[in-house]
């Protein structure tokens, strides 16, 4: 499974939803604060996932690229995690 991946359809009021609940259910921050590019960063019991970001509201997608992660957190965990916060928030 890629480091990379893209996830369409997610206008501006959904990557307000996606960025609210993340810090909700998961602790995760997305830094620097209001950016379309940066970093998400969650804590987990087994350490750090962090994640590069890239949205784009003109194509209504947001681009994540793992830059780090427990050896424990399969990819393919992080990728159905955030789909399912996306599909929450649609």
Avoid: R
Wanted: with cysteine; net charge positive.
């Amino acid at each position: 499974m890629s480091d990379s991946k893209t996830f369409n359809g997610v206008s501006i009021s959904i990557w307000e939803c996606v960025k609210k609940t993340s810090l909700k259910e998961h602790g995760t921050v997305y830094a620097p604060p209001g950016a379309n590019k940066g970093t998400a960063k969650t804590s987990t019991i087994v350490g750090d996932v962090v994640l590069d970001f890239d949205f784009d509201p003109t194509k209504e997608s947001v681009a994540y690229t793992i830059v780090k992660k427990p050896v424990l957190a399969p990819k393919s965990s992080i990728w159905s995690g955030i789909q399912d916060t996306i599909n929450g928030c649609s």
